[in-house]
């Protein structure tokens, strides 16, 4: 059955610490890895991943996949009082995306 | 969110009543979803339509059943609502030649059974 899990589930942090979320997979037939941002309501697309090892960046974000340890992390440094949310990881595989549980990040001022 | 028109925002319902959630999309996508949160649970998949005229179970489908009208519309039936079907449910897009910006999710229907 494919899953997909999220580590840590709630992390709180102090403004301008650095982050990093972790999300391991088991999915057939993988063609890609999400993650999203989600506050209040619809989740928010960040990054799309195919390959292995090449980091994309946005601002204060960045991720990273290893398809060989069926992992990625998600990176977020300076954190900021805005960013806190729940992100989500989520695998696409041949037909479904499967979605983790969850980080909830807290960022405290 | 742009594109992608859930309705209704918001419903209450009795145990055992019936409804329709509405899920409309103007990106001209193939495929749609329906998922479910809960607390802790992450997004579930309950159904799905990889193009007009067919549809899939996903994850968990017990209790719903779907409707892929046209192109632009996917709804989602609760037949005999249960409290376990409280939660929020999220509609999706995406097309199937470009995955780059990845899922265009709907801004959710917050469903409570009593």
């Not at chain 2, 994850?59 to 037949?79: C, D």
Request: proline share 3%.
């Amino acid at each position: 059955e494919d899953k997909v899990v999220q580590s840590p589930l709630s992390l709180v942090v102090h403004e301008g610490d650095t982050v990093t979320l972790n999300c391991s997979y088991e999915v057939t037939n993988f063609r890609s890895l999400l993650w999203y941002k989600q506050e209040k309501k619809a989740p928010t697309f960040l990054f799309m991943l195919t390959s292995s090892g090449i980091e994309k960046k946005s601002g204060r974000l960045s991720s990273i996949l290893d398809k060989k340890e069926l992992f990625s992390i998600l990176n977020i440094t300076a954190t900021q009082t805005g960013d806190s949310a729940v992100y989500l990881c989520a695998v696409q595989g041949a037909q479904k995306l499967v979605f983790g549980q969850g980080t909830r990040l807290t960022i405290n001022p | 969110n742009a594109g992608v028109t859930q309705t209704p925002k918001f419903q209450v319902l009795k145990t055992g009543q019936s409804m329709t959630l509405q899920c409309a999309q103007d990106m001209n996508h193939n495929s749609m979803y329906w998922y479910r949160q809960d607390p802790g649970m992450g997004l579930r998949l309950i159904y799905y339509s990889a193009s007009e005229g067919t549809t899939d179970k996903g994850e968990v489908p017990n209790g719903y059943n779907v409707s892929r009208l046209n192109k632009r519309e996917f709804s989602l039936r609760l037949e005999s609502a249960a409290p376990s079907q409280t939660s929020v449910y999220f509609c999706a897009t995406i097309t199937g030649a470009a995955l780059t910006y990845g899922y265009t999710f709907g801004s959710g229907t917050r469903l409570t059974v009593v």
